[in-house]
């Protein structure tokens, strides 16, 4: 009782109750319904997913940030700029007209994303199937089985949006994007990440078990769609029998799009609509897989 | 009438079914357990308790028969019905990659709930499953049984009043057991349903208030520990042991001893209202087993009656 000379009632009183509450049963710190429970689980189960796997990636955003950063400052410098010199030295018209760096930059830029979601939609989908068994935690919560792989590629896509904002920064800054259309390259970028993450999804999600089957998907798929989808040079230099490798894969849609975007490279409207589309068909047809696969994986 | 009777049952289960192809993993089952009870279903690994753990978490389909939870269907009203209950899978599912205290704020989160209730609930709980100290640990960095407490933690976020516990120390070591079912005790006194799935007779005989014993998809009993026992086993055992080769051969020659006679690999069980009486029994007929033990009948001993084969193999 003699202890507390002064403060008779400011700061004493504010900081003592906290103290009390935690101690007897707080009547304020009581759950809402489970009704409200199911009611808002169905309305934002999504982005409740969504949060979770933000609070992950946000464990190691500053890898994150470096990566987003140093790749395409060390793919500029080393292709744009060291292999550029040469290039354009030799082949000054080969290129439509614009500097190596600007052709490349854009490819580049879909190729990174299409790298990302090689990473982000392979092992991380064993994780939580198999080996951590992340997913069966939500899968006993409200949450419905669709939310969760929806909550995953939005947190995904979120991670596209910041790499390819960061990487097309960086391109404008070494002056390789000349076009003001420029910027629209970012969201063509993450839907090109997308439209190869999505199937790769719903075939991860229908692995049983890992015998290297991702290691193959970047050896034999990632690889070589890096290499010959008019990435590095124009895919019409390709022999013909070549050339379809191109054409079906996402990157060189998406980077005939950015070309586009970036320095105004000539595509006509018809085949500007079909690269659209075409990425977008793949992005929805791997969704709606994914969500079957996991729907059937889980529910077992 | 059956309407004020189900009203009662938190969970209701009639000629509930689940065939995986052609293998029965549950074969029409039927219980009700009232708001509050602790409930078991002790068997062997594989007799279908997890599959029934399944369906009455709304995760798994069943394949007939009908099944009622908090009066919902959990395959029409999943989000609701799992809204109501907290899980303890048999498995850790806890995310690695958070630390303690984000585990139990982002499952709590999966309810819609708000951060207001969720950082102040969530520190309660580490207290009550003795993990504050732990509150910023990565989850790798916990024991087995710190990680089940855990889990039990998260299981609790959303105030649940059903509480599904598959297997819940199965792993553990027994000072960690204890811990975790004086915590179990403690959510059975303050009110909660707990529906707990066990292959240990002891963790059975230590919380349900009432248990089916469950072999091949089947239950083949049903009462309280004590029931149980008395029903379909005597009230003490003499175990014998005469040295693995000899135990079959000695069982004949103790024939009319007892109730009941049981020759294992190991040990030869009399089953009797009187074990003293019985092992002086033993000894007039001249046979001297190496070691002898008269003890009360468990829930093992009923199983054994039950199945013929012991539950832990």
């Known amino acids: 009782m003699t202890n507390p000379p002064s403060a008779p009632s400011g700061v004493g009183a504010e900081s003592a109750p906290p103290d009390a509450t935690t101690t007897t049963a707080p009547p304020a710190l009581r759950a809402h319904s489970p009704q409200v429970s199911a009611d808002r689980a169905q309305r934002f189960g999504s982005w409740y997913y969504a949060e979770h796997a933000l609070r992950v990636m946000n464990g190691y955003r500053w890898t994150l ?4 950063v140093g ?55 064993m994780d939580g199937f198999k080996w951590r068994r992340v997913y069966y935690g939500p899968h006993a919560s409200p949450l419905a089985v669709h939310q969760i792989v929806n909550g995953y590629i939005i947190a995904i896509t979120l991670r596209l949006v910041l790499m390819s904002a960061i990487y097309f920064g960086i391109v404008a800054a070494f002056g390789a994007s000349p076009s003001p259309w420029g910027w629209a390259a970012v969201p063509v970028a993450v839907l090109c990440g997308l439209s190869f993450g999505l199937p790769l999804m719903a075939y991860s999600a229908s692995v049983e078990e890992d015998k290297g089957q991702f290691a193959l998907v970047m050896r034999f798929l990632v690889t070589p769609m890096f290499l010959f989808s008019g990435t590095f040079f124009p895919l019409t230099t390709l022999p013909i029998f070549l050339q379809w490798i191109g054409w079906i894969s996402p990157l060189w849609h998406g980077t005939q799009l950015g070309r586009m975007l970036t320095y105004g490279y000539p595509v006509p409207a018809w085949l500007a ?14 969704w709606r897989l994914a969500r079957r696969t996991y729907e059937r994986r889980l529910g077992k | 009438m059956p309407n004020s009777l189900t009203r009662d049952y938190v969970i209701s289960a009639r000629n509930l079914t689940k065939h995986y192809g052609d293998f029965a993993a549950v074969d029409d089952i039927s219980f009700d357990v009232p708001a509050g009870e602790s409930f078991g279903l ?21 394949t007939s028969g009908s099944l009622s939870i908090m009066g919902l269907d959990p395959e029409q009203h999943g989000p609701q019905v799992r809204a109501h209950l907290g899980v303890v899978p048999q498995q850790d599912n806890l995310d690695e990659e958070l630390r303690v205290r984000d585990n139990l704020i982002v499952y709590g989160r999966y ?7 969720l950082k102040p609930k969530a520190d309660e709980l580490l207290e009550f499953a003795q993990l504050t100290e732990k509150a910023k640990s990565k989850v790798d960095s916990l024991s087995g049984g710190m990680k089940r407490r855990l889990t039990i933690a998260r299981s609790l976020i959303n105030e649940p009043k059903i509480l599904l516990l598959d297997e819940p120390t199965t792993g553990l070591d027994p000072q960690a057991r204890h811990i975790l079912w004086d915590r179990l005790f403690r959510l059975k006194e303050s009110g909660v349903t707990l529906i707990l799935t066990t292959h240990y007779m002891d963790e059975a005989e230590q919380l349900c208030d009432r248990l089916v014993v469950v072999d091949k998809g089947k239950i083949m009993a ?11 086993s005597t009230r003490e055992v003499l175990e014998l042991r005469f040295g693995s080769e000899r135990n079959t051969t000695v069982a004949a020659e103790l024939q009319g001893i007892g109730d009941r006679l049981e020759p294992l690999p190991d040990r030869v069980l009399i089953y009797t209202h009187d074990g003293e009486a019985a092992l002086e029994q033993v000894a007039s007929r001249g046979l001297h087993p190496i070691t002898s033990l008269v003890r009360r009948s468990s829930l093992e001993d009923v199983f054994l009656r039950l199945t013929g084969r012991s539950l832990v193999d």
């Open chain 2, 111 to 117: 309810f819609g709930l708000p951060l207001s209730y």
């Open chain 1, 273 to 286: 609509v079909i690269h659209v589309v075409y990425l977008v068909a793949l992005a929805i047809l791997g």
């Open chain 1, 71 to 125: 790749n395409p400052v060390m793919y500029l410098f080393a292709m744009g700029v060291g292999l550029a010199t040469l290039v354009d030295q030799n082949s000054a018209d080969a290129f439509g007209g614009v500097s190596y760096l600007a052709f490349i930059a854009p490819a580049l830029l879909a190729a990174a994303t299409i790298m990302t979601a090689a990473t982000e939609f392979t092992y991380p989908v």
């Open chain 2, 222 to 232: 049903e009462g309280s520990p004590s029931q149980l026992i008395r029903e379909h």
């Open chain 1, 65 to 68: 940030i470096a990566y987003s």
């Open chain 2, 42 to 62: 002790l068997g062997p690994n594989g007799a279908g308790k997890s599959t029934t753990m399944r369906m009455i978490g709304g995760v798994s389909q069943r």
